[in-house]
T-cell receptor, first 112, second 111 residues
Framework: GDSVTQMEGPVTLSEEAFLTINCTYT??????LFWYVQYPGEGLQLLLK?????DKGSNKGFEATYRKETTSFHLEKGSVQVSDSAVYFC???????????FGAGTRLTVKP | NAGVTQTPKFRILKIGQSMTLQCAQD?????MYWYRQDPGMGLKLIYY???????DKGEVPNGYNVSRSTTEDFPLRLELAAPSQTSVYFC??????????FGDGTRLSIL
């Protein structure tokens, strides 16, 4: 079945460092791909998405490119801030499926 | 904008007790979902609904029941609480295959 694999955390970075969180997927066909962010004590919020190969999703300085050849959707940010500390989830969804599959989540801590 | 509202936010139950987790959305979404989040395990789908009167099992439905009598509400029922059901529960909604909108979660402990 469909699945999402994320790099294990936790990830600890200094402010203004470059961030990469790896995400790979296994799915039939052409799923849409998503990154969600979960701040402490809150639910998941959509961060960005991409719906077809080579699409780049971006939001709040974060970017991820849908790479079908490597079945990947890595999350990147050029300069992280303390306020980016959260848990990040990669997810996929096929139009023919009624649910979304999530990775295990990666906890990011940014230190001043 | 209320979005997806879950109640209660926290609850402690004794083994064998029952309770209902409430979820309501005001976005007129047709799809609604219940997930549980265990530490380091990501989110697992418990039940989902594609419209009023229609519900289906997800990946981990055992020990839970749901109903969907209206578009807005999607309560999750635990009949005989067990320690394995200690988790954080998230309700979500979407318009068909669009991205999910999540509530803030219910943290449930069963002792």
């Amino acid at each position: 079945g469909d699945s999402v694999t994320q790099m294990e955390g936790p990830v600890t970075l200094s402010e203004e460092a470059f961030l990469t969180i790896n995400c790979t997927y296994t799915a039939t066909g052409y799923p849409s791909l998503f990154w969600y962010v979960q701040y402490p004590g809150e639910g998941l919020q959509l961060l960005l998405k991409a719906t077809k190969a080579d699409d780049k999703g971006s939001n709040k300085g974060f970017e991820a490119t849908y790479r079908k050849e490597t079945t990947s959707f890595h999350l990147e940010k050029g300069s992280v801030q303390v306020s980016d500390s959260a848990v990040y989830f990669c997810a996929l969804r096929r139009d023919t499926e009624n649910d979304m599959r999530f990775g295990a989540g990666t906890r990011l801590t940014v230190k001043p | 904008n209320a979005g997806v509202t879950q109640t209660p936010k926290f609850r402690i139950l004794k083994i064998g007790q029952s309770m209902t987790l409430q979820c309501a959305q005001d976005m007129n979404h047709n799809y609604m979902y219940w997930y549980r989040q265990d530490p380091g395990m990501g989110l697992k789908l418990i039940y989902y609904s594609v419209g009023a009167g229609i519900t289906d099992k997800g990946e981990v439905p055992n020990g839970y029941n749901v109903s969907r009598s209206t578009t807005e509400d999607f309560p999750l029922r635990l009949e005989l609480a067990a320690p394995s059901q200690t988790s954080v529960y998230f309700c979500a909604s979407s318009y068909s295959a669009s991205p999910l909108h999540f509530g803030d979660g219910t943290r449930l402990s069963i002792l």
